[in-house]
């Protein structure tokens, strides 16, 4: 993955921002076994949400629905929303035509009743939007007093640490756009994210009326080490963690 300068020359016919649909077959594929989200991120998540049996859940920016498999074979009652069609035709094809899955954006309304879910999980979705604002009030107003919202997110201090060693003038305290270019499955896409540092991150939070009851830099799965050798070869054999992405549970006040 390239980090490209805010300021690059777009070229005469560029290709969509976060094109999910373009790239749906590709990046499912690669995040079904990857460490960083096979290994890593969604062992983490599982392991914050704890016992859901029983529990509704709403997956918000399920894509093709990886993490609402293992929550669903956990005993949750889960519904799946994205805004990508294409991530969610490759959703059901995993989790059957029964699967509660809708075309949802989660910078909109939206389209369930106040109090309708237990937990809200939003894993690598919120770093895609400028204003959090919107979004967190409409997961408060889903979730039922003392529900928790569970949120993963680039790593703010990371994604500062990546500018810096490329070269690029760090700028922690703002809140910016960042554009990166992907490989994924051959081909090559355009994404843009928003960064924002942590006291951002936090004040938004409770500006929604959540509050913060854990926050995570949690290992890798023991597993990952046999798995990707190459990719942790100069980790110690001790050290089970590195900077990549930052994870909450909040709970709704």
């Given at each position: 993955m390239t980090t490209m300068p805010d300021d690059h020359v777009e070229t005469a016919n560029p290709s969509p921002l976060n094109d999910y649909d373009g790239?749906?077959?590709?990046?499912?594929?690669?995040?079904?076994?990857?460490?960083?989200?096979?290994?890593?991120?969604?062992?983490?998540?599982?392991?914050?949400?704890?016992?859901?049996?029983?529990?509704?859940?709403?997956?918000?920016?399920?894509?093709?629905?990886?993490?609402?498999?293992?929550?669903?074979?956990?005993?949750?009652?889960?519904?799946?929303?994205?805004?990508?069609?294409?991530?969610?035709?490759?959703?059901?094809?995993?989790?059957?035509?029964?699967?509660?899955?809708?075309?949802?954006?989660?910078?909109?309304?939206?389209?369930?009743?106040?109090?309708?879910?237990?937990d809200v999980v939003a894993s690598l979705v919120l770093h895609y939007l400028e204003d959090w604002a919107p979004t967190l009030a409409e997961l408060r107003r889903v979730l039922k007093p003392g529900g928790r919202l569970l949120v993963s997110v680039d790593h703010p201090f990371s994604v500062t640490l990546f500018q810096h060693l490329a070269g690029e003038k760090p700028r922690y305290f703002e809140t910016r756009s960042r554009a990166d270019e992907w490989t994924v499955g051959g081909q090559s896409v355009r994404m843009r994210f928003w960064d924002r540092p942590l006291h951002a991150m936090t004040?938004?939070?409770?500006?929604?009326?959540?509050?913060?009851?854990?926050?995570?830099?949690?290992?890798?799965?023991?597993?990952?080490?046999?798995?990707?050798?190459?990719?942790?070869?100069?980790?110690?054999?001790?050290?089970?963690r590195f900077l990549c992405f930052l994870f909450f549970v909040l709970e709704a006040a």
């Open positions: 790239m749906a077959g590709g990046y499912t594929a690669e995040n079904e076994s990857n460490l960083l989200n096979a290994y890593y991120e969604r062992p983490a998540m599982l392991e914050l949400a704890g016992d859901v049996a029983g529990r509704r859940i709403l997956d918000a920016g399920c894509g093709a629905g990886p993490l609402f498999a293992e929550l669903r074979d956990r005993g949750a009652v889960v519904t799946g929303v994205d805004a990508s069609a294409g991530m969610l035709e490759l959703a059901r094809k995993r989790l059957g035509a029964d699967a509660d899955l809708l075309v949802a954006d989660l910078a909109g309304p939206l389209p369930f009743p106040d109090e309708a879910f237990d004040e938004a939070f409770t500006a929604a009326g959540f509050r913060i009851g854990v926050v995570s830099e949690p290992p890798f799965a023991p597993e990952a080490r046999e798995l990707f050798p190459e990719e942790l070869r100069e980790f110690e054999p001790t050290r089970t």
